[in-house]
């Protein structure tokens, strides 16, 4: 029996993307509670998040403006394998009292979830990035391209993830070329290209001065 590329790889990613969740779930925690959550996306469900981030409303709602990062990922999720969210609940309190989170104390940020303002633990915030930083370390040590984005996690959040109070999302990539690396010049010249303009007046367009 023998196994072709595209089976090779099929069965290899879900394989890496089973480890990178175990990388995130067992990244350090605050006080060692756990508040992460991890799925994967692929298909007819990534094609919506990614449908939902490329919306006049998302971009209306988190960048106010269509900004040249943001549509430069909506191009290269479409070639990503799939996506690892990883989300966290933000609002239980450490009771450290670090005042990290715009509020004197912990009692005082727990008052202010109770009165429904959106307010986040910087703790809980921390322990994201330990379980994302953990999870790319894996696929990168798996020979996985990989990147970590926010908006493509936020529009996985307002889908399918929602309750959780801010969600990061790891694009995978496995191809013979890295399709994350120089994403942004080659989101330009391609744009400039099938616009038949300039990268200069794209560049005016989306409000970038490289002077």
């Known amino acids: 029996m023998s196994k072709d590329f595209k089976e090779l790889k099929r069965d290899s990613i879900k394989t890496a993307v089973g480890l990178m969740a175990l990388s995130a779930k067992t990244a350090p925690k605050s006080k060692g509670k756990d508040d992460i959550e991890i799925k994967y996306f692929q298909g007819s469900e990534l094609e919506k ?15 106010e403006k269509r900004e040249f990062f943001m549509d430069s990922d909506v191009k290269v999720l479409k070639e990503a394998e799939g996506i690892l969210a990883i989300g966290v609940k933000t609002k239980k309190a450490m009771m450290i009292n670090c005042g990290k989170c715009g509020c004197k104390n912990c ?5 202010a979830v109770t009165d429904g303002k959106d307010v986040n633990c910087a703790f809980k915030i921390m322990d994201l990035g330990f379980a994302a930083c953990s999870a790319a370390r ?10 970590v984005m926010y908006d493509i996690g936020e529009a996985i959040r307002r889908l399918f993830m929602k309750d ?7 694009a995978l990539s496995v191809k013979g070329h890295n399709i994350f690396f120089d994403r942004y010049l080659k989101f330009f010249v391609d744009k400039a290209r099938d616009e038949k303009t300039s990268v200069d007046e794209l560049l005016k367009e989306y409000g970038i001065n490289l002077n």
């Not at 998040?49 to 960048?63: E, G, H, I, R, W």
């Not at 894996?138 to 990147?147: G, K, P, Q, V, Y």
Request: charged share 25%; with cysteine.
């Open 138 to 147: 894996t696929a990168a040590e798996l020979n996985i391209d990989n990147r």
């Open 164 to 170: 959780c109070d801010l969600v990061l999302g790891i």
């Open 107 to 111: 009692a005082e940020f727990i008052k």
């Open 49 to 63: 998040a990614v449908k939902l981030m490329n919306s006049n409303k998302f971009v209306q709602d988190t960048t």
